[in-house]
């Protein structure tokens, strides 16, 4: 019977109450709220291919095919690229987090050490992990 | 005038001196001595100028310096005051200043005494001081310069700070002193308060009153009824005869303590630890005359109120009589000349309060004269006797030291009160004014002023007896001790100075032989002609502080009249002369009969227990240290408990609600994040809320 | 069509079943699960509000937030990851040095 370390994962419920009591003010407001009807996309709206040209900055009716009328939307080239960067920043980061350094030198993900007198623990099990 | 604009350097030239000497003392050949003497010496030779200016007629009362420029209902300002009076005390204080400093040469200087610059700086700062407080034409100016003086005989009493007794001394001068400086103070910035001027006299520029004074304020209050003015009346709610009494008489606290009138007298005689040319320029001549002298200046303001004139007319008449018993027993020459300085005052004060304002001039100036030579006398016997001061180890020293003895004997004669020397003239005044006023006040001053006349009459006896027991112990019969038969030779610093005063004694009671004058209808009172002035126009008109005008202010605010009851004014006079001539002379004589032998004995010891009780000056002191330790010191203990649990403590709450307050808030900060997020949570649903009640949303 | 108050309920809803997430449970990583969820609710509302005045810009708006959530999450992660090495736990409760 293999026995592994049980993560306690309950906290205490009463904090909860305050989410509750979140959702029921939430509720309250938005029951008592009226708006007026829907205006939708209409019939043969390309949604996918408008989204395309908003996101890019091109005017949408220009890549319209038969029978496909283009919403209506702002232009979002430059959040595009900005969000772009921070995509790339995020993953650097992640990697610079996760380095671990034994002995001077930096050690990454699936990168193998021999070193056996190492007690820093690593995430992802090390060599000759101690589980039982 | 020339001599006014030189004026300020009459108290400069002695300042310099001061610096001078603490300066540069340690280089100079005598310690600063040579400093002093020029300084006084010229300050001497301005005064005279500054009083043959002011012989012909000119006053000056001018503003020098005015430190508060921008609140115009007050102003605070340094000024020079200088009429009659204030000529003839500038004389007397520059003159007995320079005879001291050059005694001071040999008593100081001869005998090898160190720290002398510090005893020159002391001088020349006291000099200037005086000097200041003589010539000041306002009170605060004038108690600046009060406090400056008391300062100076601290230092100076406290010169030989080595051995236990002076520093002591000076603590106790200071201290006493200042005591009554206390309600000198609360006097000052009460006259402030009610007349917003301190000026003693009206400033005049061109015919035309620029700066009112504020003893003329008071009497238009008082005798005009112009009291609108005067809103501190409001305030206090009272009438302003008692107002002004009131202030008078918190002045008189200054007055008395510096002026050593019971019951601030006990330190005058402690301050004889000092050397004696201190003893004789501050304790006898100068600094004790500055609380009269006060009285005498400001005389327009206390003509106003019979209290303050009966207070101190009973305060002066009792210390003349209570200071004389007590000098009766003393052995110690310095000490029985103590007690006799404390009871001449006492005399001017008891000329002062009866109307006497002439008599109470002339005998400050006479006293200065007599008591400083008779100080500097002693100083030379005390050279001569190797510091021994005890008048029972002395005894003949007639012979070894002629100039000593007839000059002793001259300022004696003043003292007693024998015709025609000095004393006579002045002291009789004294008891004459007194005694006529006495008799021609209505009602109870007018007892006041009889009581008192009778307590300095009986005071002249005894001042004949302690005088000449002085001076038979001292000089007559055969020499007690080694020291006494071969006594140290003194020089001519010492000689000089006294033979000067000798002949001052003798003759300057002729400035105003009162009696003389009236009997043979000569105008030889030449004092009476001087503060009074020109009858029309002049310097009274100018200043107000003519004897005219306090005789017509005491004339119409106390009634303080004089009657003759015995005929006439003539026969009054003779017979009141008479009467404290005989007296003194019957004193003389009493001293000459116990005193003159070969081998006088301890006649007072006869006297028992009274003899106990005199010696310890009625035990005045032992009251006044039972005052300090048993009614001050436990209620300071019970105000340090208050400042410290009340005060404190406040303070200290204020700060522990803080401190635990924090205490308890931090532990908000658990370090737990969900913790964080629940109260997050909270008061984002609170804030909801909220916003949705006020704004209508549910 | 549906109301646009119904998608603000459902919106609301899992925001609040994310917050109960954050605030009871002790593992980091579920905490970090919690936050994806409260994000996502963002990204109901606004794709609800894009259909209500017919206009693109929601939609474009919650791609774009759905990306940065998935940035946050890498970083999320490796924060986790560094607790770990510290704490040798991932319990939020456990990591609480940073208090008075």
New interface residues.
């Given amino acids: 019977m293999t026995t592994k370390p049980e993560l306690q994962t309950e906290g205490s419920f009463v904090a909860g109450l305050a989410a509750i009591a979140l959702f029921i003010v939430l509720g309250a407001v938005f029951m008592g709220v009226s708006f007026p009807a829907p205006t939708g996309f209409g019939e043969g709206a390309a949604i996918t291919k408008s989204l395309g040209a908003a996101m890019f900055d091109i005017a949408p009716g220009a890549i319209m095919g038969e029978g496909e009328t283009a919403v209506p939307g702002e232009g979002f080239l430059v959040a595009f690229e900005v969000i772009d960067i921070v995509l790339v920043a995020a993953l650097v980061g992640a990697v610079m987090l996760a380095r671990r350094e034994v002995a001077g030198e930096s050690v990454t993900l699936g990168v193998e050490t021999t070193d056996d007198d190492d007690m820093a623990v690593a995430a992802d099990g090390g060599p000759g992990g101690d589980d039982s | 005038m020339a001599a006014f604009t030189y004026a300020p350097a009459i108290v400069l030239l002695p300042f310099v001196s001061f610096l001078v000497a603490l300066f540069a003392g340690d280089r100079m050949p005598k310690g600063g001595a040579l400093a002093g003497i020029t300084a006084t010496g010229g300050s001497l030779l301005l005064s005279i100028w500054v009083a043959l200016t002011v012989a012909g007629g000119e006053v000056h009362n001018e503003i020098l310096y005015q430190w508060t420029t921008s609140v115009e209902t007050l102003q605070l300002n340094f000024g020079l005051l200088l009429d009659p009076l204030s000529a003839l005390m500038l004389l007397i204080v520059c003159l007995i200043s320079f005879l001291v400093h050059i005694f001071s040469l040999g008593y100081m200087n001869d005998e090898g005494e160190t720290g002398l610059p510090r005893y020159y700086g002391g001088l020349g700062l006291f000099t200037a001081s005086m000097l200041g407080f003589v010539v000041a034409n306002n009170l605060l100016m004038a108690f600046m310069f009060f406090e400056l003086v008391g300062l100076c005989s601290y230092l100076l009493i406290g010169f030989w700070f080595r051995d236990d007794g002076p520093p002591s001394a000076a603590k106790k001068a200071f201290l006493v002193t200042r005591f009554g400086d206390y309600f000198f103070l609360i006097g000052v910035v009460g006259i402030f308060a009610t007349f917003g001027t301190g000026l003693f006299a009206p400033i005049t520029q061109g015919g035309e009153v620029v700066a009112e004074s504020f003893p003329m304020l008071a009497e238009h209050a008082i005798v005009d009824g112009e009291v609108e003015g005067i809103a501190m009346l409001e305030t206090v709610g009272m009438g302003p005869q008692q107002w002004f009494t009131v202030l008078s008489l918190l002045v008189l606290g200054g007055v008395v303590g510096k002026s050593a009138q019971f019951p601030l007298h006990t330190w005058l005689p402690d301050a004889m630890e000092g050397p004696t040319p201190v003893s004789a320029l501050i304790h006898a001549a100068t600094m004790v005359a500055a609380g009269v002298y006060l009285v005498a200046r400001m005389y327009g303001f206390y003509a106003l109120s019979p209290t303050a004139l009966a207070v101190i007319a009973l305060i002066g008449g009792f210390t003349a009589l209570f200071a004389a018993t007590m000098g009766l027993v003393k052995q110690e020459i310095k000490q029985v000349l103590a007690y006799s300085t404390i009871s001449q005052y006492g005399y001017m004060m008891l000329a002062l309060g009866s109307g006497g304002y002439i008599a109470a001039v002339f005998h400050l100036t006479t006293h200065a004269v007599f008591k400083a030579l008779l100080f500097l006398g002693a100083g030379s016997v005390i050279i001569a006797m190797h510091h021994n001061e005890n008048m029972w180890d002395m005894g003949g020293l007639k012979d070894r030291m002629p100039v000593t003895y007839w000059t002793f004997l001259a300022g004696s004669l003043a003292l007693a009160g024998i015709v025609p020397f000095a004393g006579f003239w002045s002291k009789d005044e004294v008891l004459y004014e007194a005694l006529i006023h006495g008799f021609g006040t209505e009602g109870g001053l007018g007892t006041v002023y009889l009581a008192a006349y009778a307590m300095g009459l009986l005071a002249v006896f005894f001042t004949g007896f302690y005088t000449f027991r002085m001076v038979y112990l001292t000089f007559h019969g055969d020499a007690r001790s080694d020291t006494a038969r071969d006594p140290e030779p003194v020089r001519w610093n010492v000689k000089g100075p006294l033979t000067v005063l000798g002949i001052l004694a003798t003759t300057i009671g002729f400035i105003n032989m009162a009696p003389v004058a009236k009997l043979t209808g000569a105008h030889i009172d030449f004092l009476h002609t001087w503060l009074s002035g020109p009858e029309e126009g002049g310097w009274p008109e100018l200043l107000s502080t003519d004897l005219h005008h306090y005789e017509e202010l005491l004339h119409e605010v106390p009634h303080v009249d004089p009657a003759y009851p015995l005929g006439g004014e003539i026969t009054t006079l003779l017979a009141s002369a008479a009467v404290s001539l005989g007296l003194a002379l019957a004193g003389v004589l009493v001293a000459r009969s116990l005193y003159a032998g070969a081998d006088p004995v301890e006649h007072t010891d006869k006297l028992g227990g009274l003899k106990t009780l005199l010696m310890h000056n009625y035990y005045q002191d032992e009251y006044q240290v039972w005052l300090a330790t048993g009614v001050t010191y436990p209620l300071a203990r019970v105000m340090n408990k208050f400042d410290q649990g009340v005060v404190d403590g406040v303070v200290n709450g204020i700060s522990s609600v803080s401190l635990f307050g924090g205490s308890r808030i931090r532990r908000i900060q658990s370090g737990v994040v969900s913790n964080y997020a629940t109260l997050l949570t909270l008061g984002l649903v609170l804030l909801l809320a909220a916003f949705g009640i006020m704004g209508g949303w549910f | 069509?549906?109301?646009?108050?119904t998608y603000?309920?459902l919106s609301?809803?899992i925001?609040?079943?994310g917050?109960?997430g954050?605030?009871?449970?002790?593992?980091a990583l579920?905490?970090l699960m919690s936050v994806e969820l409260m994000l996502n609710a963002a990204n109901i509302n606004l794709v609800a509000f894009s259909?209500?005045?017919?206009?693109?810009?929601g939609?474009?708006f919650s791609?774009?937030t759905m990306?940065?959530a998935?940035?946050?999450v890498?970083?999320g992660?490796?924060?986790v990851?560094?607790l770990?090495?510290n704490f040798?736990d991932?319990?939020?409760?456990k990591?609480?040095?940073?208090?008075?």
Avoid: K, S
Wanted: hydrophobic residues 60%; contains cysteine.
């Fill in positions: 069509m549906i109301p646009a108050e603000l309920l609301a809803a925001f609040c079943i917050l109960f954050i605030l009871t449970r002790r593992n579920i905490f259909l209500q005045h017919g206009n693109l810009t939609q474009v791609l774009f990306a940065l998935a940035a946050e890498a970083i992660i490796g924060i990851l560094v770990y090495r040798t991932v319990d939020v409760t990591a609480t040095t940073m208090r008075w």
